[in-house]
């Protein structure tokens, strides 16, 4: 008897009467722990917690020949309800995972449930709209907000009837740095263009982070994980290690300990990051020019780290191509682990994490293309914010051709796309973990979570085509053409041809609200690093003193600066 098992036999029962909600799977007995708590006060009045606890044991019956005389539906119904209560008081504590709230949404189909109000209040579209459109949204950001759009409502993508040639880019115009450049050097003696020789690599169409010690750099990326993976939110920190800085090293292929090793042995003396677009967390084309100065110490300390993936990939694939003259290694595996793409151009050893990338860096270096060090903003911007030759100094650039190549059309829906399909691939992994919970195992396969309606197929849609399958092996769900999550296939790999008149209204929108913020110029930004006990940002914004924002700043404050009285302010604050 649970009465006896659980409460003092001193104990009267008014009502004898307890329920409980559970689902027993498999054959034979199953013991159950029951607890509760009493609360009730000491002698000397402080609060007293009893926990109570009782054993039972059940004997699961064997399912009858006859499914339909299982028992009462009611009863099913009920702990599904209960679960559903379960889960809404778990996202009263857990705002953010969004597993809980794919249970409840998925309960109707799942169970003929109608899920219980969920906390969190739903975004509007044009919310949802804008979110999609930032530069640094993010696609795990957006996926709480995305699954329940999806999971919620009927939403038709809209045929892909148009070029994306006849979707316009942001009609800001550029300022004349050559003009500009020509009168500092006029007007100002003392000024002289300072570019990075290592620039030469460098597209200009794609930013530049420079240092002349991979220990500082290091640090800076230390920094960077702390305040959540991205230096250019400095402003929103995030207590949250994402773990980019073991992607990045098992994907190029190198350890950051070996790397600080070669600068500190003087076999390597500079190097620069380079990439077309921020999103280092999702996945991004990220490409590493070292400039060697002893080519044998560093080709042997690259075949120890060759060694290492090969042993720790059992796939690993290696094989090799030629591009402008230029003899490419390629190491990957499917799952893109590893994907590594590494050539040599002069004193300078080029690591990729894509191919599309590395034929970029090269087509740069052998002028094809703009490179960094011809772009006349950065040109300009170098006599007024240069670099610094101190080993603990580093120099991050975005020119404008980056700007408005991160802005376009392409990139803008290509990244939309990518957050969509992330967000499906999120809803996926979510069932499979809805599968484990019932059933006690991983799904054999995407259409076995679908026959059990643990997930509908119209619902999980690729934007971009792919199509998605489960890996039972990783046990994680994959897409044909984004891959999986935390190494989304780079946009840098991904064409935009045509887009449908649904996606073509969005990016208008996102358009008329860029324009609105920057109305006159696009705004190439400069930053001298200089990492010390405490970290110092310089940060040079030509453009600023043109736009909306500082004009009406300007207007809000008086012309003088005045002082400001700190002896009410604690010596500590």
Same mark, same amino acid.
């Given at each position: 008897?649970?009465? %006896?098992?659980?409460?003092?036999?001193?104990?009267?029962?008014? *009502?004898?009467?307890?329920?409980?909600?559970?689902? &027993?799977?498999?054959?034979?007995?199953?013991?159950?722990?029951? $607890?509760?708590?009493?609360? $009730?006060?000491?002698?000397?009045?402080?609060?007293?917690?009893?926990?109570?606890?009782?054993?039972?044991?059940?004997?699961?019956?064997?399912?009858?020949?006859?499914?339909?005389?299982?028992?009462?539906?009611?009863?099913?119904?009920?702990?599904?309800? +209960?679960?559903?209560?379960?889960?809404?008081?778990?996202?009263?504590?857990?705002?953010?995972?969004?597993?809980?709230?794919?249970?409840? /949404?998925?309960?109707?189909?799942?169970?003929?449930?109608?899920?219980?109000?969920?906390?969190? +209040?739903?975004?509007?579209?044009?919310?949802?709209?804008?979110?999609?459109?930032?530069?640094? =949204?993010?696609?795990?950001?957006? +996926?709480?907000?995305?699954?329940?759009?999806?999971?919620?409502?009927?939403?038709?993508?809209?045929?892909?009837?148009?070029?994306?040639?006849?979707?316009?880019?942001?009609?800001?115009?550029?300022?004349?740095?050559?003009?500009? &450049?020509?009168?500092?050097?006029?007007?100002?003696?003392?000024?002289?263009?300072?570019?990075?020789?290592?620039?030469?690599?460098?597209?200009?169409?794609?930013?530049?982070?420079?240092?002349?010690?991979?220990?500082?750099?290091?640090?800076?990326?230390?920094? =960077?994980?702390?305040?959540?993976?991205? /230096?250019?939110?400095?402003?929103?920190?995030?207590?949250?290690?994402?773990?980019?800085?073991?992607? /990045?090293?098992?994907?190029?292929?190198?350890?950051?300990?070996?790397?600080?090793?070669?600068? =500190?042995?003087?076999?390597?003396?500079?190097?620069?990051?380079?990439?077309?677009?921020?999103?280092?967390?999702?996945?991004?084309?990220?490409?590493?020019?070292?400039?060697?100065?002893?080519?044998?110490?560093?080709?042997?300390?690259?075949?120890?780290?060759?060694?290492?993936?090969?042993?720790?990939?059992?796939?690993?694939?290696?094989?090799?191509?030629?591009?402008?003259?230029? +003899?490419?290694?390629?190491?990957?595996?499917?799952?893109?682990?590893? $994907?590594? #793409?590494?050539?040599?151009?002069?004193?300078?050893?080029?690591?990729?994490?894509?191919?599309?990338?590395?034929?970029?860096?090269?087509?740069?270096?052998?002028?094809?293309?703009?490179?960094?060090?011809? =772009?006349?903003?950065?040109?300009?911007?170098?006599?007024?914010?240069?670099?610094?030759?101190?080993?603990?100094? @580093?120099?991050?650039?975005?020119?404008?051709?980056?700007?408005?190549?991160?802005?376009?059309?392409?990139?803008?829906?290509?990244?939309?796309?990518?957050?969509?399909?992330?967000?499906?691939?999120?809803? *996926?992994?979510?069932?499979?973990?809805?599968?484990?919970?019932?059933?006690?195992?991983?799904? %054999?396969?995407?259409?076995?979570?679908?026959?059990?309606? #643990?997930?509908?197929?119209?619902?999980?849609?690729?934007?971009?085509? @792919?199509?998605?399958?489960?890996?039972?092996?990783?046990?994680?769900?994959?897409?044909?053409?984004?891959?999986?999550?935390?190494?989304?296939?780079?946009?840098?790999?991904?064409?935009? /041809?045509?887009?449908?008149?649904?996606?073509?209204?969005?990016?208008?929108?996102?358009?008329?609200?860029? *324009?609105?913020?920057?109305?006159?110029?696009?705004?190439?930004?400069?930053?001298?690093?200089?990492?010390?006990?405490?970290?110092?940002?310089?940060?040079?914004?030509?453009?600023?003193?043109?736009?909306?924002?500082?004009? %009406?700043?300007?207007?809000?404050?008086?012309?003088?600066?005045?002082?400001?009285?700190?002896?009410?302010?604690?010596?500590?604050?």
């Amino acid at each position: 008897c649970i009465r %006896d098992r659980l409460y003092p036999k001193e104990t009267k029962f008014h *009502q004898k009467h307890a329920e409980f909600f559970g689902r &027993l799977k498999g054959e034979g007995e199953v013991e159950v722990q029951l $607890s509760y708590e009493t609360v $009730s006060e000491n002698l000397d009045g402080s609060r007293r917690v009893e926990v109570r606890e009782g054993t039972i044991k059940i004997t699961i019956p064997d399912p009858p020949a006859d499914r339909g005389s299982v028992g009462p539906k009611r009863i099913f119904q009920d702990w599904a309800r +209960q679960q559903n209560q379960h889960f809404v008081r778990l996202l009263t504590y857990y705002p953010d995972e969004s597993f809980y709230q794919y249970c409840l /949404l998925q309960s109707q189909a799942r169970y003929g449930i109608k899920p219980p109000a969920i906390p969190q +209040q739903m975004p509007t579209q044009d919310r949802l709209e804008s979110g999609l459109y930032k530069l640094f =949204a993010g696609s795990l950001g957006m +996926q709480s907000s995305l699954q329940r759009r999806t999971l919620s409502s009927i939403t038709r993508k809209g045929d892909y009837n148009r070029h994306i040639s006849s979707v316009s880019p942001p009609s800001i115009k550029s300022l004349d740095y050559e003009q500009l &450049l020509e009168q500092r050097l006029e007007e100002d003696e003392n000024a002289k263009i300072q570019v990075q020789e290592i620039a030469k690599l460098i597209p200009a169409d794609q930013y530049f982070l420079h240092f002349h010690s991979f220990e500082s750099l290091g640090e800076l990326l230390d920094l =960077a994980i702390q305040w959540g993976d991205d /230096l250019l939110r400095l402003g929103k920190p995030i207590a949250q290690d994402n773990r980019v800085q073991e992607k /990045l090293e098992e994907q190029l292929g190198f350890t950051r300990e070996g790397m600080k090793r070669l600068f =500190a042995q003087g076999v390597a003396t500079e190097v620069a990051i380079t990439g077309s677009d921020p999103y280092l967390l999702d996945g991004t084309d990220l490409t590493m020019v070292v400039r060697v100065a002893d080519d044998e110490a560093f080709t042997k300390q690259s075949a120890s780290w060759i060694a290492d993936a090969r042993q720790s990939h059992g796939g690993l694939v290696e094989r090799d191509f030629n591009y402008r003259g230029h +003899q490419v290694i390629a190491r990957y595996t499917n799952d893109r682990l590893v $994907s590594s #793409f590494t050539t040599k151009h002069d004193d300078y050893v080029i690591l990729s994490n894509s191919h599309r990338a590395i034929r970029h860096v090269i087509d740069a270096s052998i002028g094809e293309i703009e490179c960094l060090t011809d =772009a006349q903003d950065y040109r300009y911007i170098s006599t007024i914010l240069p670099p610094s030759d101190a080993d603990n100094a @580093g120099y991050y650039f975005a020119s404008d051709a980056f700007i408005r190549r991160v802005v376009s059309p392409t990139a803008k829906i290509s990244q939309k796309r990518r957050t969509e399909c992330f967000n499906n691939l999120v809803m *996926q992994n979510n069932a499979s973990l809805f599968f484990r919970l019932e059933y006690g195992r991983s799904p %054999d396969s995407l259409t076995e979570m679908i026959e059990k309606r #643990f997930i509908a197929p119209e619902k999980i849609v690729c934007p971009h085509g @792919g199509a998605y399958a489960f890996d039972a092996e990783s046990d994680t769900c994959t897409c044909s053409l984004h891959n999986r999550l935390r190494y989304l296939t780079p946009n840098a790999e991904l064409s935009v /041809l045509n887009v449908s008149g649904e996606e073509a209204a969005e990016y208008d929108r996102y358009k008329s609200r860029y *324009q609105s913020f920057w109305q006159q110029v696009f705004d190439p930004v400069a930053t001298r690093i200089t990492v010390a006990d405490q970290v110092k940002l310089e940060t040079c914004v030509l453009p600023m003193s043109g736009s909306s924002l500082y004009s %009406d700043l300007r207007s809000a404050v008086d012309k003088n600066p005045k002082p400001i009285n700190v002896a009410a302010i604690a010596p500590s604050a």
